[in-house]
């Protein structure tokens, strides 16, 4: 069979019709329903992005603020999730514990899969979307006590989305400037057209299994090193690395045994991502109160992106979101490996978007291949094989 259309990775391939963002990858320009992230860093927060990639267009005072009381209200997990958190090695990778554990809130509720009534049913699936958006923080800020021995520290409903995941983390008052900091992040990372995460919601939300299902196959596919998994490998590269001195010698090691630079390189934009321009002016931003506890790192950070940039940049390879997403946590003192799961708390809504979309015009993906095997022969019994 002829392979004309086979394209390795997709590359190109339209997946579905999808309205919920837009990627200019030349110019290097994002927009969540038409809004420019820029403008929507500036302007909004998560819950009301949250909101927007969901519904389609930007809501009411009312609808925000009832869409905010839900997410505050379901803020709490089953008292069985963090039983079944207990028996999770603590030695386990934080996106392993959520996949594992998002998972298993599809047996904490009645249906396994969406009936047809179900699946039209708008209310429905809006309470499911947003419960699951709640909990995700949740779980993440509970497994960073549980694995050190702690208790969960309770959820409060008298702080915003990235305020309580904050102080959720810590148990301490949150400093607004991170709170701040957080907000825009979980923003950036809120949505980003068919990635392979996306992927896994349409072709997982496709079968009509229930919405755990679809969003922990997006996190195990978020958590590899080529996508989301990215923004903790490039904090452990730069720790590598250790002065600003070393970044040459590093880079040149690095191509010449032909690896991959970390944070580096899209198949969408073959220029700088414009979120990576947004992360790296938070930082820059921070830097200017000069009191920057890891300085160091920051500057490792930009002269790695100079001189990756140099090397690369010719061939359309430039910073990712994930290249400075991680210095920036760092700072705020959040652990390298908890960098993916807050991807995943982000992205949980453009997630929930495209499933939604996905069973509003649903058909089963199921695609073909290209056959390289053998042709029909004839069996051989094992004592006649050598
Ligand atoms: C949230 C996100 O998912 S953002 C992406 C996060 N992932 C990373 O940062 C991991 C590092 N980057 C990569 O592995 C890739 O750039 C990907 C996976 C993001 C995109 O992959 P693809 O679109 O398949 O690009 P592909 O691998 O074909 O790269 C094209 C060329 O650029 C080179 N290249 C791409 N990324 C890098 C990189 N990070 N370091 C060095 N070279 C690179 C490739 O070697 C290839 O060179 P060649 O044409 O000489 O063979
Ligand atoms: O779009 C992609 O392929 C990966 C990405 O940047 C994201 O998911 O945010």
Not at 78 to 106: Q, W
Not at 177 to 187: E, G, T, Y
């Amino acid at each position: 069979m002829a392979d004309t259309h086979f394209a390795p990775g997709l590359e190109g391939v339209p997946a579905t019709h999808s309205s919920v963002s837009h990627i200019d990858g030349a110019a290097g320009f994002l927009t969540y329903r038409g809004y420019t992230i820029a403008d929507l860093v500036e302007h909004s927060n998560y819950e009301e992005v949250a909101l927007l990639l969901l519904d389609g267009a930007l809501p009411s005072a009312k609808a925000l603020d009832q869409f905010d009381r839900g997410l505050r209200a379901h803020r709490q997990v089953k008292y069985n999730v963090r039983e079944i958190m207990k028996f999770m090695p603590v030695t386990g990778h934080p996106m392993d514990m959520l996949h594992c554990a998002v998972a298993s809130l599809g047996m904490f509720y009645p249906q396994q899969e969406l009936s047809d009534a179900e699946r039209e049913n708008t209310p429905h699936l809006d309470a499911m979307a947003m419960r699951i958006i709640a909990r995700i923080p949740t779980i993440v800020a509970m497994w960073e006590q549980m694995r050190f021995g702690n208790d969960p520290i309770p959820p409060r409903s008298d702080l915003s989305h990235a305020a309580n995941f904050l102080y959720m983390l810590s148990g301490h008052e949150p400093d607004p400037a991170f709170v701040d900091i957080l907000d825009s992040c979980l923003i950036l990372h809120a949505e980003h057209t068919i990635n392979a995460s996306t992927f896994s919601v349409l072709v997982t939300g496709s079968t009509l299994t229930n919405p755990y299902h679809v969003i922990g196959g997006a996190i195990g596919t978020l958590a590899g090193p080529l996508h989301g998994g990215a923004n903790q490998k490039v904090v452990e590269m730069l720790e590598d690395i250790g002065t600003v001195q070393r970044v040459g010698a590093y880079l040149d090691g690095k191509m010449a045994n032909k690896e991959k630079i970390w944070g580096f390189g899209h198949r969408v934009y073959k220029t700088r991502d414009p979120r990576a321009t947004l992360l790296k002016g938070m930082m820059e931003e921070l830097a200017s109160h000069g009191n920057l506890r890891h300085s160091r790192l920051f500057e490792i950070a930009m002269e790695v992106e100079r001189q990756a940039t140099e090397r690369l940049g010719p061939k359309g390879v430039h910073a990712n979101v994930d290249f400075y997403s991680g210095v920036l946590y760092h700072e705020m003192g959040i652990k390298a490996d908890l960098f993916t799961p807050i991807f995943a708390m982000a992205r949980s809504a453009g997630w929930l978007a495209h499933w939604r979309e996905q069973l509003a015009d649903n058909r089963i993906f199921r695609p073909t291949q290209v056959y390289i095997g053998e042709q029909p022969k004839s069996y051989v019994p094992v004592a006649q094989r050598f």
